[in-house]
């Protein structure tokens, strides 16, 4: 079992940034592969990026891509969303979520989910 708890949204201006960390409970954090996704209102569930259990892989939606890090400290059982120039498309709600074994792009792959962390950006 694994609980995840989002925090570091917030509203920023196009262009600015924001850090999103999430907090995993569980002994077992270094076996999971984790993933960022993003839900705007009327919209799916969308995938933002994935890290590998080790960190040593990672992948991203190209929507993102150059603009979005992500990242995980085994040793204090997070994983951090790194998001530069940030545009009003970006405005979501963003979820952390663990599966085990590889990473990957789709919701249903991950078993766990967390409550979500608003990130609003004004133009």
């Known amino acids: 079992q694994v609980q995840l708890v989002e925090s570091g949204g917030g509203l920023v201006q196009a262009g600015g940034s924001l850090r999103l960390s999430c907090a995993a409970s569980?002994?077992?954090?270094?076996?999971?592969?984790m993933g960022w996704f993003r839900q705007s209102p009327g919209k799916e569930r969308e995938f933002v990026a994935a890290i590998s259990y080790s960190g040593g892989s990672t992948n991203y939606a190209g929507s993102v891509k150059g603009r979005f890090t992500i990242s995980r400290g085994n040793a204090k059982n997070t994983v951090t969303l790194q998001m530069n120039s940030l545009k009003p498309e970006d405005t979501a709600v963003y979820y952390c979520?663990?599966?085990?074994?590889?990473?990957?792009?789709?919701?249903?792959?991950?078993?766990?989910w967390g409550q979500g962390t608003q990130v609003t950006v004004s133009s």
């Open positions: 979520a663990a599966k085990l074994g590889g990473s990957g792009a789709y919701t249903r792959e991950y078993d766990y």
């Open positions: 569980g002994r077992t954090f270094s076996s999971y592969a």
